[in-house]
């Protein structure tokens, strides 16, 4: 993975957990700003243009807004209920009833918008909130919106960012004292994940 081919140190970080979920078989598949979603459409309205001796009426287009996800992300449905408090939302909104059982069937693609912890004047949070709800109306999508370190917290950390780089003895960083590796997550989970074997 290359770190400077994404915008934000958040989501570089985000980057490696996706890598390590991917590699443990948690996460089948995810890609970085492939996926354009049209929020709205282009709009015509008339707008009179008074000239000399005249008006004319001419038309002003409003250009389409699009948003694109950081990332979509395929997730294997084993894991859903134990990947519930990190994607709260985007999991099991609009999720559809298993016919037999009756149970929710949780979404097998999720879209992510990785956002950094200081947003002092709120601009960014509250354009994405509005783009969340646009999107949740008309596509049945719920973008989740994935605050670094928070995340963490309610999964686990990469293995990459548990350790201090360059030391003689291996010393967890501060984050790697407070969150879960990913074997103590599925540990914490066994009963939460659908085929494990015990």
């Known amino acids: 993975m290359k770190t400077n081919e994404y915008r934000s140190e958040e989501e570089t970080k985000f980057a490696l957990w996706l890598d390590e979920a991917?590699?443990?078989?948690?996460?089948?598949?995810?890609?970085y700003e492939e996926n354009?979603?049209?929020?709205?459409?282009?709009?015509?309205?008339?707008?009179?243009?008074?000239l000399k001796t005249k008006i004319k009426h001419g038309e002003k287009k409003i250009q389409n807004t699009s948003y694109t996800p950081d990332f979509c992300i395929a997730i294997n449905p084993a894991y859903a209920h134990?990947?519930?408090?990190?994607?709260?939302?985007?999991?099991?909104?609009?999720?559809?009833?298993?016919?037999?059982k009756g149970?929710?069937?949780?979404?097998?693609?999720?879209?992510?918008?990785?956002?950094?912890?200081?947003?002092?004047?709120?601009?960014?949070?509250?354009?994405?909130?509005?783009?969340?709800?646009?999107?949740?109306?008309?596509?049945?999508i719920w973008v989740e919106k994935i605050t670094i370190p928070s995340f963490f917290l309610k999964a686990w950390l990469p293995e990459e960012l548990r350790w201090m780089k360059n030391r003689k003895k291996p010393t967890l960083t501060k984050a790697g004292k407070?969150?879960?590796?990913?074997?103590?997550?599925?540990?914490?989970?066994?009963?939460?994940?659908?085929?494990?074997?015990?």
């Open 36 to 50: 354009t979603v049209l929020v709205t459409k282009e709009l015509n309205f008339p707008q009179p243009k008074k």
């Open 103 to 140: 149970n929710l069937l949780p979404q097998s693609i999720l879209l992510c918008d990785v956002k950094g912890t200081f947003d002092f004047y709120q601009k960014d949070s509250r354009y994405f909130s509005l783009i969340q709800k646009v999107i949740a109306e008309r596509a049945g």
């Open 178 to 198: 407070s969150c879960l590796s990913f074997s103590q997550w599925v540990e914490r989970n066994r009963w939460k994940i659908d085929g494990l074997v015990f």
């Open 82 to 100: 134990a990947l519930t408090p990190a994607f709260p939302k985007a999991l099991w909104f609009g999720a559809p009833k298993d016919q037999e």
């Open 22 to 31: 991917q590699k443990e078989g948690v996460v089948l598949n995810w890609a």
